[in-house]
């Protein structure tokens, strides 16, 4: 399947990306060719994995690469959208207590 990636500024420092389609081995580097440049200068990235219908193990370890090079640069990574089979793979893997993940309605934390 393909990956579908949308980016948008919304405000100087805050910048939003929206992944549709499948984040797997094959899939991962095109997100991380569009996410890791991103990641400097200490803006505000907001992922909406509403339209994620599956992530492995490499794309797990983007968002991880993201977050790394988020905090490095005093910035932050924030994942919304995500469904219910997300919330447990980022439960499982105890992400969820580390990464800044916000619910569907885009209010508070899980």
Known sequence: M???IHEKIEKENRIAISVEGE???YTAPQLREKLLPLCQGGSQITVNLSKVTYIDSTGLGVLIGAYKA???TS????LTGMNA???RLFKITNLNQIMDIEDQAGGGQL
């Open 2 to 4: 393909n990956l579908v």
């Open 23 to 25: 984040v797997d081995v």
């Open 70 to 72: 988020q905090r490095a």
């Open 75 to 78: 910035g932050k990574l924030v």
């Open 85 to 87: 089979r997300l919330n």
